[in-house]
């Protein structure tokens, strides 16, 4: 069974810090991975999605990276300010989104 | 934001009584999907549904029923509610099973 974690499970940073967000997932035959955003009292976001086929995936200034063999994804922002302050969580699906596995999220807060 | 609107956005009931969520979509799209999140959890797929009456099991889809007679409407419903079953509920709809999903707001539901 899939698993996907995400560690730290909450992190404050000051404002203009680079960051560095993490997901592992136990098995590596994936379909896609995705990143999404969810502020407090809302849905999620999404923000990149990475096929099994590629490495990685840019949107302004936020880049996601995968790393199959390994079961690893991060999501790097750059120059993080205060409206970055969310929940971002990963996703991973095995066959197509039908069956996307969630990891519990990390709760960033960005100090101005 | 897609046109995606769940109701009630809160609901307090008793054990034992029957619950009804419903997602509306104003985008025409195929797929429609409900969650719960959880704290540690992440999300979860309840069911989702690929067409008008057609409709398949997710990760946690005991003690919960679907419905879509109409393209435009998924209704969860919970027969006979437990207190396992407070959480907060989304929906997501998507175009193809591989396009990226996009949530509504939730409904924050608490069984006592």
């Known amino acids: 069974k899939q698993e996907v974690t995400q560690i730290p499970a909450a992190l404050s940073v000051p404002e203009g810090e680079n960051l560095v967000l993490n997901c592992s997932f136990t098995?590596?035959?994936?379909?896609?991975l995705q990143w999404f955003r969810q502020d407090p009292g809302k849905g999620l976001t999404s923000l990149l999605l990475i096929q099994s086929s590629q490495r990685e995936q840019t949107s302004g200034r936020l880049n996601a990276s995968l790393d199959k063999s390994s079961g690893r994804s991060t999501l790097y922002i750059a120059a993080s300010q205060p409206g970055d302050s969310a929940t971002y969580l990963c996703?991973?699906?095995?066959?197509?989104?039908?069956?996307?596995?969630f990891g519990a999220g990390t709760r960033l807060t960005v100090k101005p | 934001d897609a046109g995606i609107t769940q109701s009630p956005r809160h609901k307090v009931t008793e054990t034992g009584t029957p619950v009804t969520l419903r997602c509306h979509q104003t985008?025409?799209?195929?797929?429609m999907y409900w969650y719960r999140q959880d704290p540690g959890h992440g999300l979860r797929l309840i069911h989702y549904s690929y067409g008008v009456k057609d409709t398949d099991k997710g990760e946690v889809s005991d003690g919960y029923s679907v419905s879509r007679s109409k393209t435009e409407d998924f209704l969860l419903t919970l027969e006979s509610a437990t207190s396992s079953q407070t959480s907060v509920y989304f929906c997501?709809?998507?175009?193809?099973?591989?396009?990226?999903?996009?949530f509504g707001d939730g409904t924050r539901l608490s069984i006592l």
């Open positions: 997501a709809i998507s175009g193809t099973e591989d396009q990226p999903q996009h």
């Open positions: 098995d590596s035959a994936i379909y896609n």
């Open positions: 985008e025409n799209h195929r797929y």
């Open positions: 996703a991973v699906s095995i066959y197509n989104n039908n069956d996307m596995r």
